[in-house]
């Protein structure tokens, strides 16, 4: 008799894949490709394996960047010194011990004068070490960008990061699937960011709890890789394990002449495989939502967590208005920390700070968009703004394109690349009480400075806002 396959989703053939092992009721043992390490979730592991005397088991798997503890702000060039010193002694080490430990086990390390270098969750993919139908992880709850390659690729903490550094491989139970499916096109003033916004809001941060979502639909086949590593990105902030994209001819044309990607007739074989990596007719997810686009706004967070989001046309919501008693708590609270009004036009809201960059929105695609909005105007002079690219290689493709003089005439700051403001690591902050626009992924309280208020939107967004001192529609911006 034939034997007939059961139709799979992406999820399930990346996962069969890398299963070692797989006991009823114990969980898998998977098999991972590529482990991503940076300074501030490595240090430990690393003293733990040499405490147990082990070696790292795959240095050539094990990829290390400096992004979230660095100062900056610039003060030179590439060859010469291009960061101020980390006077802070707890960062100065995280750094130092990086450079230390991957010196000693021969993992692949990108300094900080090396324009590799980058935020963790952008610069590897640029260098094609985020290949599709691969496992890729990190001490970073962000690793979910990399599934916009058609990757299962997640965060861990740290006894997991040291149990991958020493065995390669690492224990999971396995997440349920879930699809969410975008009908639609992203209309005028929309982008990759107003879409993942847009789909938080309507599923809530809990939506994606235990489960791996697979983005599918007109609108995710539509986007360029940059703005399907801003959805994944944000899959975390909607509770889930993991997002993913399956692979396309959109992803290949990316990927291909990378130097880290396969080459020749190995490219051949790669890209092969890679077009099986789609969800089967007929596969079942164990969850399905369907989103529908053509009435989106471009949107703008109003509260402390990436679902309290409004279009840039509407008012900051009332409690009144809802009747969860739960959820009227969570708003009032919002309200309170945002020190905002209920029924407040959002166009109203005076901002103190723009912050373009993070892993969300610091690719060479949200400074084209950014830089069109704000070329031959100026920044609001109340305004603190600035641009911060994602790695080095934004930075000088940036450059090159001359993008950089684009945003210092207008009043912006030309960042090194790092996470930058988009959390409390490093130097860049606000004071309390200051209130941001910020193309970054997480609103909670105090994540860009103690009592510093947080708006997430899109690079379009946040660079109209700039120059206007506030929201605005940014559907009739010429
Ligand atoms: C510092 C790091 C562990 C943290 C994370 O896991 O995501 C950070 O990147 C963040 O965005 O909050
Ligand atoms: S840019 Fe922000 S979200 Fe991304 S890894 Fe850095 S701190 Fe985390």
Avoid at 55 to 66: K, L
Avoid at 152 to 159: D, E, K, R
Avoid at 396 to 425: H, N, Y
Wanted: aromatic share 6%.
């Amino acid at each position: 008799m034939e034997h007939v396959e059961h139709p799979r989703t992406l999820f399930e053939k990346i996962w069969k894949a890398h299963a070692v092992s797989e006991e009823p009721g114990q969980g898998t043992l998977l098999y991972i490709d590529r482990h991503l390490i940076h300074e501030v979730t490595s240090p430990q592991p690393f003293a733990a394996l040499k405490a147990a005397g082990r070696q790292v088991r795959h240095p050539e798997a094990t990829f290390a960047f400096i992004d979230h503890s660095i100062h900056t702000t610039p003060v030179g060039t590439y060859g010469k010194r291009s960061r101020i010193p980390i006077l802070d002694p707890d960062r100065s080490l995280q750094v130092s011990t990086l450079q230390h430990n991957a010196a000693g086990a021969g993992v692949h390390f990108f300094g900080l004068d090396d324009p590799r270098n980058g935020i963790i969750h952008v610069a590897p993919s640029e260098q094609g070490i985020t290949l599709p139908g691969t496992t890729i992880v990190c001490g970073d709850s962000h690793t979910s960008t990399h599934g916009a390659f058609g990757v299962l690729a997640f965060g861990i903490g740290t006894s997991e990061v040291e149990h991958v550094l020493a065995t390669q491989c690492l224990h999971q139970q396995r997440p349920k699937t879930m699809e969410v499916r975008i009908e639609g096109s992203l209309p005028r003033g929309c982008t990759a960011k107003d879409l993942v916004l847009f789909i938080i809001g309507q599923i809530g941060t809990g939506a994606g709890t235990g489960h791996c979502i697979e983005f599918t639909g007109s609108a995710i086949r539509s986007l360029s890789m940059e703005g399907r590593m801003t959805v994944c990105n944000m899959a975390i902030e909607a509770g889930a394990r993991a997002g993913m994209i399956a692979p396309d001819e959109t992803t290949f044309a990316y990927l291909k002449g990378r130097p880290f990607a396969p080459k020749a007739e190995e490219w051949e074989h790669a890209v092969n495989y890679w077009r099986s990596l789609t969800t089967d007719p007929g596969a079942v997810y164990d969850k399905v939502v369907v989103v529908h686009t053509d009435d989106m706004i471009p949107q703008v967070t109003w509260g402390t967590t990436p679902a309290m989001v409004v279009p840039v046309t509407g008012v900051v919501p009332d409690p009144a208005d809802f009747t969860d008693p739960a959820q009227q708590t969570a708003m009032q609270r919002a309200l309170a920390y945002m020190d905002l009004q209920p029924g407040t036009r959002i166009e109203d809201i005076v901002v103190d700070c723009v912050f373009i960059g993070s892993c969300t929105n610091s690719r060479i695609e949200d400074l084209h968009i950014a830089a069109s909005m704000v070329k031959g105007k100026r920044v609001a002079p109340s305004i603190k703004a600035m641009v911060v690219p994602g790695s080095g290689v934004v930075k000088q493709q940036a450059e090159s394109e001359g993008l950089d003089v684009i945003f210092k005439e207008a009043g912006f700051d030309w960042r090194e690349p790092g996470c930058s403001m988009c959390m409390t690591m490093n130097e860049d902050h606000m004071r309390p009480g200051e209130r941001s626009a910020s193309t970054s992924n997480r609103n909670f309280e105090g994540r860009q400075g103690k009592g510093s208020r947080t708006h997430l939107v899109s690079p379009a967004m946040a660079a109209a806002t700039a120059i206007a001192g506030h929201f605005v529609d940014i559907r009739a911006w010429e």
